[in-house]
């Protein structure tokens, strides 16, 4: 297999970039989460500061909730290891708003950089593509940026998309943790005030 030669942080600011007011983003527990706040902290985006394993199944309630705006995911491949039933879940419930690209530097970076199974080979995009996920994409280069671009944003779904990013230490840029005050903020940024 390739290196990966990906770095996290300009990789999630092109995920991000020109957002609009109808893309809703989820973070998974740790890097995913400081990797978005690194791009610019916004109310839509739903920060995840614990449940780990639940940022897809999270993004699929709000996919189901909101068909009319886009849903994007972003988790660790622990965080996807340990939710790999939200699969077939997801492929089952077929919403065409969301997007979930795990960001797969085949570590767990929250607990001591241990290798992940996904650096013995486990291929999250192959499981999600043997669930049903009609759309399915493996990010290792610069070059395949602009498709996962594209697919994680603009690409009927549900789609799921790896990015293999390279295992590296970036300073925490930490959002608001006020679990109470995440979901207020979200509720109105996504609703209104009530």
Do not use: C
């Not at 699929?60 to 995911?73: H, I, K």
């Not at 965080?79 to 790999?84: A, Q, T």
């Not at 840029?173 to 207020?184: H, Q, S, T």
Request: hydrophobic fraction near 50%; charge should be neutral.
């Amino acid at each position: 297999m390739p290196e990966a030669i990906l770095h996290r942080r300009p990789l999630v600011a092109d995920l991000l970039k020109g957002r609009d007011e109808n893309l809703l983003v989820v973070t998974g527990l740790g890097t995913p989460t400081y990797d978005v706040a690194a791009a610019g902290d916004d109310p839509r985006t739903f920060f995840l500061w614990g449940a780990m394993g639940g940022a897809t199944m999270i993004g699929l309630g709000l996919a189901l909730a909101q068909p009319d705006r886009r849903v994007l995911v972003l988790a660790g491949d622990g965080e996807m290891l340990m939710s790999v039933g939200s699969l077939a879940t997801v492929a089952m419930k077929r919403p065409a708003n969301l997007a979930v690209v795990v960001l797969d530097n085949e570590h767990f970076g929250e607990t001591g950089m241990q290798p992940t199974p996904t650096h013995a080979g486990v291929d999250l995009a192959g499981m999600a593509a043997a669930a049903g996920w009609p759309a399915t994409f493996t990010a290792r280069a610069e070059t395949d940026v602009p498709r996962l671009v594209e697919l994680a944003r603009r690409t009927p779904g549900p789609v799921f998309a790896v990015a293999k990013i390279m295992a590296e230490k970036l300073p925490f840029v930490l959002p608001p943790k006020d679990g109470a005050y995440l979901k207020d903020r979200f509720r109105q940024a996504v609703l209104g005030k009530a």
